[in-house]
């Protein structure tokens, strides 16, 4: 019998794949646990437009990220650090802070899991902040660290 998976099952496949079992196998146990439904012409369609959907969907976010890191490009954020007689600077830039600068100065948000600094900002000066706005495309933005 061929079923569609509704859920991914680790020895029969993926969710949304189309696989073959034994009748009893899915009589008895994928469809009465809502695991699967048979590949009926009907479900089979269903199927499709589901992908199509899912598809377009992932082709909209994708543009969406894209135009996020256009609108990025060349933009910085600026802070201020404190810094002793020598020089040196206490304590550094996270990037708790930098999601913070971001939001306040160029009203974007950001979780902060989502950015990296390339170099630890320990002191004064430009640093460079990656933002990963999509698993296809990442921002860069300027990180400014001024004396106080």
Do not use: C, W
């Not at 369609?45 to 976010?61: F, R, S, Y």
């Not at 954020?77 to 100065?105: I, P, Y």
Request: hydrophobic residues 40%; proline residues 3%.
């Amino acid at each position: 019998m061929k079923v569609i998976l509704l859920k991914t099952m680790p020895k029969l496949g993926k969710e949304g794949e189309i696989i073959n079992v034994n009748d009893g196998y899915a009589r008895n146990y994928v469809l009465p646990q809502k695991l699967g439904v048979e590949a009926t012409p009907d479900n089979l369609n269903k199927l499709k437009l589901k992908k199509a959907a899912e598809a377009k969907k992932a082709a909209e976010d994708l543009a969406a990220a894209k135009a996020q890191a256009e609108e990025l490009k060349d933009k910085f954020v600026e802070t201020t650090m404190k810094v002793g007689k020598d020089g040196r600077a206490f304590g550094s830039v996270s990037t708790k802070e930098v999601a913070d600068l971001l939001k306040k100065q160029l009203n974007f948000e950001i979780d902060k899991k989502k950015i990296s600094l390339d170099v630890p900002a320990k002191s004064l000066g430009n640093f460079k902040v990656t933002i990963k706005l999509h698993p296809e495309v990442n921002a860069e933005v300027t990180l400014r660290v001024v004396e106080a």
